[in-house]
């Protein structure tokens, strides 16, 4: 990193949050390839826009075409990837936006390091920083297989996918835990949304204080 810079002050987190009237924070979902984590989160986003929520989902899509289209799948491409989510969406969230993260990550180190940057202390003081496991045991994950990858995985033609040539690290104490084999979307959505509300992200901020509080 270089050294000639500076870092300049701008309006506090509690500033923002007031003027926008909510908290900010991430929700970082991660799980195998076809267990729903994109499509829960895209319902997800679409409930919390309509409650009036500033939220923004990331996912494959909208990064690897972009931001992160120079980087690959090996096991030090995959790592910078989620680096990269991970400060992108500590930026959403200290702008006071709801950032829903969806992306395998399967690395726990990959994932503590996303979970740290939002909890270092600083003037400011932590972010919210949720993990949202999304979890289906293989075999079901395969029956899905929409786009057909994990039958390429076996037959030899994707080398370091995870779940069948790459590990996946699951979670060892997410904040939400969600069995995509076993509830709906909308049972999913129900459960993580209940959560929000519990941790008081839901409510408006007035004066840089949770209202209703």
Not at 58 to 63: A, E, Q
Not at 72 to 80: A, L, T, V, Y
Not at 185 to 195: D, F, G, L, M, S
Request: charged share 25%; with cysteine; aromatic share 8%.
């Amino acid at each position: 990193m270089s050294t000639n810079i500076t870092w300049h002050p701008s309006l506090s987190r509690q500033e923002r949050c007031s003027l926008r009237g909510q908290r900010g924070g991430t929700l970082w979902f991660t799980g195998l390839s076809a267990s729903g984590k994109s499509t829960i989160a895209t319902a997800l986003e679409q409930h919390l826009l309509q409650l009036g929520l500033a939220t923004y989902r990331l996912d494959g899509d909208n990064v690897r075409f972009g931001l992160n289209k120079d980087l690959g799948f090996s096991e030090k491409d995959r790592s910078e990837n989620i680096r990269r989510i991970a400060e992108v969406s500590k930026l959403f969230a200290d702008s006071a936006t709801i950032a829903l993260t969806s992306f395998i990550s399967p690395y726990r180190a990959d994932r503590d390091f996303a979970r740290s940057i939002h909890s270092a202390p600083g003037l400011d003081g932590t972010l919210p920083f949720i993990e949202v496991f999304i979890d289906i045991p293989v075999s079901e994950a395969e029956k899905r297989d929409p786009k057909g990858l994990y039958k390429k995985a076996r037959a030899g033609e994707i080398k370091d996918f995870t779940g069948i040539s790459a590990p996946y690290e699951a979670p060892e104490a997410a904040e939400i835990h969600i069995r995509s084999d076993l509830v709906s979307v909308e049972e999913a959505v129900v459960q993580i949304t209940e959560y929000l509300e519990e941790a008081g992200m839901l409510k408006p901020e007035v004066n840089g204080k949770v209202n209703g509080n």
